[in-house]
């Protein structure tokens, strides 16, 4: 039976919120976790979550006071961390932060953890994980300033996303130049702000076009299961934005080219 529970989220206004690093997934992508006690919940962004992790869609939290409107969490996942089994609620990969995903109160109080401002780390379970020394930007009044962040890829696609309250970056596709990917974050504010670096997750542009013809494919010869058909159109709205961002960049590189050839 579903369960939909309202919760009050508190997200902190300061650019410099205490952060660390987590590889509690067991992936090779490093988890950046906000330290929030002003949030009751543990949240994790949709994209850090592992394919072989079960997600219990049954617990869905309405989260208000983050923007206008609530946002719906999209189910629970426990996974371990710091020798702990904890539980994170998924949301939207454009939840307004910069981070992965937040500890809120509810870690501290299941695990009894602490925040050490003076010594610089948390204290969970023992365990002294030091805060984590963020890379900043600053955001130039309504318009767009440049930074860049480290990938292992060739080539990626990064979908739009909403880093905080009137900043915004992505539908671009980004190239590894000497293992750096170079992107511009657009601000609609009034003021200058720092934020940090936001942890992205980039797409591969091959194997999302390796995906895409393995349903077209499986339609053409009948293999393919109607209950598959939401994960099929996903596909096709993310293939869709990538052929008109790949369409409309003029300056080809010789990767571009060649999915320029296989978007058309």
């Not at 490093?30 to 997600?55: H, Y």
């Not at 208000?64 to 719906?72: A, D, K, L, Q, S």
């Not at 003021?191 to 670096?197: D, G, L, N, R, T």
């Amino acid at each position: 039976m579903l369960d939909i529970r309202p919760v009050t989220v508190t997200l902190s206004k300061h650019g410099r919120v205490p952060t660390v690093k987590a590889n509690f997934f067991g992936s090779s992508i490093d988890t950046i976790l906000m330290l929030d006690t002003r949030s009751r919940p543990n949240i994790i962004k949709e994209t850090f979550i592992p394919k072989n992790n079960p997600i219990n869609c049954n617990n869905i939290l309405k989260l208000n006071g983050i923007n206008e409107y609530p946002v719906y969490t999209l189910g629970e996942i426990t996974v371990p961390l710091f020798g702990k089994l904890v539980t994170f609620h998924a949301v939207p990969n454009d939840f307004p932060i910069s981070q992965s995903g937040i500890l809120g109160n509810d870690f501290f109080e299941q695990t009894s953890s602490k925040i050490d401002y003076a010594k610089g780390h948390l204290d969970a379970s023992g365990m002294k994980v030091p805060f984590l020394s963020p890379e900043t930007i600053i955001a130039y009044p309504r318009s767009e300033s440049s930074f860049y962040v480290r990938i292992e890829i060739k080539i990626g696609y990064i979908p739009r996303i909403k880093i905080a309250h009137g900043l915004y970056l992505g539908d671009t596709i980004v190239e590894n130049i000497a293992g750096k990917a170079y992107l511009k974050v657009i601000s609609t504010l009034d003021e200058e702000i720092e934020v940090q670096v936001p942890t992205l997750r980039l797409n591969s542009l091959n194997e999302l076009f390796d995906a895409k013809d393995e349903i077209t494919n499986k339609v053409s010869d009948g293999t393919f299961k109607e209950n598959n058909k939401e994960d099929k159109n996903e596909k096709e709205k993310t293939f869709t934005k990538i052929q008109t961002v790949v369409k409309n960049n003029g300056n080809y590189t010789e990767s571009l080219k060649q999915l320029k050839n296989r978007s058309n």
